[in-house]
């Protein structure tokens, strides 16, 4: 009888249904974690997703944070593998089929997860597809198990190490690739043979009494065994095997990894015995070979280097021994102050890259052919031999023909091979380039028959004794080019005997050194020009110092005079003297280049032709443009250097016999038309336009060896003394920015050029300075301080300015007029000038007084005065705080003009006084 159940009966039932729901998917749930598997709904129409809790698991979110949707699940897949996803499930929805796509994904923290998507298409009662449901399962573990045994199996099947396994009773059940070519035979015929098949009696009494015994027990064997291969060949094979047991101890398989040895004890052998011939070479090796290793300072900078080692042939070349070497440093054994060439030697183990160099020993007094290479971490290798006779050299050429086509065609240096007639046999590339000729052509032809020269007397000399030939720096002129002019060559000629005896070849080296010569000449001449610099400023200081003594001195005697005194003629003549005798001293300063004179525009065309017209002593032919042409010079400087170079031309020409032709021209020209060869050689051009200035006379002319000599002061070829003219001319084209160039030729006359750069005004401008100021006095009053180191300069000096109306104090130095300058200015009783004396060797001089005065008092006058500088305050006296300059020697008169300009003026109008142009 059914009976109606209660509403808290239906309750309790559901409550128990329900428990029993959670319960079965709390174990799904579980048994879903297990697997790693998660299931999963997409709803095609609402295009909505749900997982179950082991789908977010395996994707890293939490249910409770994270919605899922379809976007959000496809932003999770590997960006890699989402375009075939999404066409595989485009091809499961198209052909409606079940579908399994492996992928990978993304977590939230960036690692990476493989997962399996099996799914199923569900359809409505109107058979359209409406849902799919699927699961998802985490086969991280097994793809990487998968993925680590398809690597471990690539790597065994491509090791190039034989590899075997064999059962318990020694049956081989696998072997890979690198076994069946060692041995032979394939997998098949292997698992027919047990591994004693592989061994003579000899390794398998080895096998059994050692390596079984040792293996059973768990250890591993290593070690070398002869074994046959299935053609039967004995070989030494090297092998380590073991065995691999269960967890209960009991032994599975027995393994073992193999390759044939024969290789690397033959290759060992032949490394020994290349050791030993190494070794034999080393020992016995012409060249000198030495081993060295760099020494470093406590900050890692090479110092120097330490010999490690040496052959035989070091000891015979350096006459070094073994003991004296070994373990010293290069300062040590060659006893210099610095380690030679460790520049280079450093640069070959940085780079690693070798190096070769000939150079000249001097503490050996020989020449040494050196090869370098880098060796071990901080080492090098030199392999050097004496090349001050070149021995053997013809014999390595002839027996190394590869090295001697390299040679030829690669050689920095000029190389022929000659027959013992000089006939060539062949030149190298660098030789035929030379010559300006194709290598082709000379072959079958004389040397000297191309080149005539007394050279060939030089050869035949040196052959008459087989002995080498070597000549450094010798001048030859192409017979064909001799527009070429000079050249310079480093010659060896090496007679090459055969086995009698007799001279066979001649190898014939040359090496144009004409640039390096023309290098040292110039280094010598400025050299010279720097000593003869120092020797005429220091002369001029001093005597021009001197001479305003003798000058002033003289002036007060001649003003001390009545008109009718005997003595009045004496003093006179004593003055002219001593005027004659500064005026030699400004020719000093002239050669130097440090004259005090100002420099304005000037019309050169106008100068020059103005010179020619009043020239008495002889007509000069002229090609002077009407133009004008415009530059910055002093023109009593530059009539100066027309009368020096003309009368040289006048010297020349006197003689000679025939008529003499003296021309001037002037010309306009680019920097890149300046002949190479000038004076002062160190000129450099400026990037704008010259105007030439060429004086050519048809006179004696000047020898080569003598057109450097004509720029010193008093050279001449006639005798010592001539003068200073050429060398002053130098001097003061060299102050005016130009440079003078020579061309002559000996009883063809010469031609010389000055160069000066040329002002941008287009036309002329009056020339201010040439017009000569009367003689000027000056009366004056008022206290003046000066100083100077030299006492008498000092004392002269006093009386001259009190002869013009000064009171005059006077300090010795720079410091001794800083002092009585102050007292003066506090006690109000003020300097109204200061004199100052540019140089004091051991005080303080004009400069360093002149910039402390200033700060005491900026409205301070002082004049700056000196014998001789280079230094440019005295052409631009008002930028360092001057008033005005009075160059030594000076007299009353010289003190008076620079006077009137000064006393009379403040301070600010003497200073803004712009100059024409610039004092030199």
């Not at 050996?364 to 021995?391: L, P, Q």
């Not at 032709?661 to 010259?690: A, E, G, M, N, T």
Request: aromatic share 10%.
């Amino acid at each position: 009888m059914n009976k109606k159940r209660t509403y808290e009966e239906l309750e309790h039932e559901v409550a128990r249904l329900h428990k029993e729901i959670c319960k079965k998917e709390s174990d799904i749930s579980e048994i879903q974690e297990l697997a790693k598997i998660g299931n999963w709904e997409w709803d095609i129409k609402q295009d909505t997703l749900i997982w179950s809790n082991e789908v977010y698991r395996i994707f890293g979110l939490d249910p409770a944070e994270f919605k899922i949707s379809v976007k959000r699940f496809e932003a999770a897949i590997h960006p890699d593998d989402r375009e075939n996803f999404f066409r595989q499930r485009e091809r499961m929805l198209k052909e409606e089929k079940k579908a399994c796509i492996d992928h990978r994904i993304v977590l939230p923290d960036g690692s990476i997860r493989y997962v399996q998507e099996r799914a199923k298409l569900l359809f409505d009662q109107n058979n359209n597809l409406c849902r799919v449901i699927g699961t998802v399962q985490d086969i991280t573990e097994s793809q990487k198990t998968e993925s680590q045994l398809q690597l471990f199996k690539a790597i065994v099947e491509s090791s190039r190490e034989s590899i075997a396994i064999s059962d318990l009773n020694g049956q081989l059940v696998y072997i890979n690739a690198a076994h069946e070519k060692l041995f032979g035979h394939s997998l098949e015929e292997a698992r027919k043979l047990n591994y004693r098949d592989y061994y003579p009696p000899k390794s398998i009494e080895i096998l059994n009494n050692i390596v079984v015994p040792a293996i059973k027990k768990g250890y591993s064997w290593e070690g070398i065994l002869d074994a046959f291969d299935a053609k039967g060949r004995l070989f030494p094979l090297w092998e380590r095997t073991g065995t691999v047991f269960d967890s209960k101890g009991n032994m599975l398989y027995g393994f073992g990894f193999m390759h044939d040895e024969t290789e690397r004890i033959t290759k060992e052998q032949m490394v020994k015995d290349s050791e030993e011939r190494y070794r034999s070479l080393f020992e016995s090796m012409t060249e000198g070979v030495c081993e060295h290793e760099l020494v470093y300072d406590d900050k890692g900078i090479p110092v120097d280097y330490r010999i490690i080692g040496i052959n035989p042939a070091y000891s015979k070349h350096t006459n070094i021994t073994k003991e004296e070497a070994i373990g010293k440093t290069s300062c040590e054994v060659y006893k210099t102050d610095t380690p030679p060439y460790l520049e280079t030697f450093v640069k070959v183990v940085t780079s690693r890259e070798p190096t070769h160099f000939q150079i000249f020993f001097e503490p050996m007094d020989k020449y040494f052919d050196i090869s370098v290479f880098a060796h071990g971490k901080n080492g090098f290798a030199t392999v050097f031999i004496d090349i001050t006779e070149r021995k053997h050299a013809a014999k390595k050429i002839q027996s190394q023909s590869r090295l001697l086509d390299l040679i030829f065609e690669h050689s920095l240096d000029s190389i022929v091979l000659m027959d013992a007639k000089y006939n060539f046999i062949r030149v190298s590339e660098t030789y035929a380039k030379a010559c300006q000729r194709d290598s082709s052509e000379f072959p079958g032809h004389n040397h000297f028959e191309f080149y005539p020269s007394n050279l060939k007397d030089e050869f035949d000399e040196a052959l008459k004794e087989k002995k080498i030939y070597q000549r450094r720096a010798r001048p030859f002129i192409f017979p064909d080019h001799p527009e070429w002019g000079t050249m310079y060559w480093n010659l060896g000629l090496v007679p090459i005997m055969n086995t009698t005896g007799d001279i066979e070849l001649l190898l014939f080296t040359l090496k144009d050194v004409t640039e390096i010569k023309q290098t040292e000449a110039k280094i010598h001449q400025l050299e010279k020009s720097e000593s003869l610099m120092r020797m005429a400023g220091a002369v001029a200081h001093l005597y021009n110092n001197m001479l305003t003594v003798v000058l002033g001195n003289l002036e007060m005697v001649i003003a001390n005079l009545s008109e009718n005194f005997s003595h009045v003629i004496c003093a006179n003549e004593a003055m002219r003297a001593a005027s004659r005798a500064s005026d030699i001293g400004k020719l000093m300063l002239a050669y130097l280049g440090n004259t005090v004179a100002q420099q304005y525009p000037i019309d050169i065309c106008k100068l020059c032709l103005n010179y020619c017209n009043n020239n008495k002593k002889l007509a000069i032919q002229t090609d002077i443009p009407s133009d004008g042409i415009i530059i910055t010079a002093n023109s009593d400087q530059i009539r100066q250097v027309l009368n020096s170079i003309i009368d040289n031309a006048m010297e020349s020409i006197n003689q000679t016999e025939i008529v003499g032709i003296i021309s001037l021209r002037i010309l306009i020209v680019s920097p890149d038309h300046i002949p190479s060869v000038r004076f002062p050689i160190d000129f450099q051009v400026l990037p704008k336009r010259y105007v030439g200035i060429e004086i050519t006379d048809n006179g004696s002319g000047i020898s080569e060896k003598n057109i450097e000599k004509i720029f010193d002061p008093f050279f001449s070829t006639k005798f010592v003394g001539r003068g200073l003219g050429i060398s002053v001319a130098l001097g003061i084209i060299k102050q005016h920015d130009g440079c003078i160039t020579v061309k002559s030729t000996l009883d063809h006359g010469s031609t010389f050029c000055i160069y000066l750069p040329v002002k941008d005004i287009k036309h002329a401008i009056k020339q201010g300075i040439e017009q000569k100021k009367e003689p000027v006095d000056h009366k004056g009053h008022g206290k003046i301080l000066l100083m100077d180191d030299q006492e008498m300069i000092l004392n002269m000096a006093g009386r001259l300015f009190k002869l013009i109306g000064y009171e005059t104090d006077l300090a010795k130095d720079g410091k001794e007029a800083i002092e009585m300058y102050k007292q003066a200015f506090i006690s109000e009783h003020p300097y109204d000038l200061v004199v100052l004396d540019l140089t004091v060797p051991d005080g303080m001089g004009g400069l360093e007084t002149i910039q402390e005065l200033l700060k005491f008092d900026s409205k301070v006058k002082a004049i700056i005065s000196s014998g001789y500088s280079n230094d440019p305050i005295m052409a631009n006296y008002h930028d360092y705080g001057f008033c005005g300059v009075i160059p030594k020697p000076y007299t009353k008169a010289d003190i008076s003009e620079t006077l009137n300009k000064i006393v009379s003026k403040p301070k600010s109008q003497i200073s803004s006084i712009p100059s024409p142009c610039r004092l030199r």
